[in-house]
């Protein structure tokens, strides 16, 4: 089946060390997404990706960075520079143009003590 | 910029009663229209969207939506809501020329017995 995985589901983490979210996608979509998600308001982007070996920043990407060397893959790293990096994170791929709808992943919470 | 306004925060709906969630939005040309659904700790799956023609659009799950261009709107209902539609509900609208989905805030929908 085709579809987005994230891995873990669950992650904990101490304050001040990196921590890197695992997106993979067999859906052949060229661009790709990273959202936090916070109660009550909604989902804010962070980054994206529309080809490989290039990604652009979203309204929220102080303190994260990703790569994107395959396809197939679009990994987040939530730096200790991110202020208040618990939260819920999603990853989401599309085909290119907005009319395309995007296809998430069942998402990733991080906890940061 | 565009922008996307769920006035609603949370909605509570008796078993078997019709239901309409709310959407507003602004933008700078024509607009690509997105329902999702998110159940807890999960990722968001697409109820339906809109792009062109036809202003009234089926979903999944029994859901529609209907596009007011003269009120910016796109609200979701539904005839008879079902215990398992509890979830969060998100809008979100893309444009062309922007890669990039612009999501509402979400309205959170309880049912009662």
């Known amino acids: 089946d085709g579809g987005i995985t994230q891995s873990p589901k669950y992650l904990f983490r101490k304050e001040g060390q990196n921590v890197t979210l695992s997106c993979e996608q067999n859906l052949n979509h060229d661009a790709m997404y990273w959202y936090r998600q916070d109660p009550g308001q909604g989902l804010r982007l962070i980054y994206y990706?529309?080809?490989?070996?290039?990604?652009q920043k979203g309204d929220i990407a102080e303190g994260y960075s990703v790569s994107r060397e395959k396809k197939e893959s679009f990994p987040l790293t939530v730096t200790s520079a991110q202020k208040n990096p618990t939260a819920f994170y999603l990853c989401a791929s599309s085909r290119q143009g907005p009319s395309y709808e995007q296809y998430f992943g069942p998402g990733t919470r991080l906890t940061v003590t | 910029a565009q922008s996307v306004t769920q006035p609603d925060i949370h909605i509570t709906v008796s078993e078997g009663a019709s239901l309409e969630l709310r959407c507003n939005y602004s933008y700078g040309a024509t607009p690509y229209l997105f329902w999702y659904v998110q159940s807890p700790g999960q990722g968001l799956q697409l109820l339906l969207k809109y792009f062109s023609g036809d202003t009234l659009v089926q979903g999944i799950k029994g859901f529609e939506a209907e596009f007011k261009r003269s009120q910016s709107s796109f609200n979701l209902r539904k005839p008879s809501v079902h215990w398992s539609d509890a979830a969060e509900y998100f809008c979100?609208?893309?444009?062309?020329?922007?890669?990039?989905?612009?999501f509402g805030t979400g309205t959170r929908l309880t049912i009662i017995p």
């Open positions: 979100a609208v893309g444009e062309l020329g922007n890669e990039k989905l612009t």
């Open positions: 990706s529309q080809i490989v070996n290039d990604f």
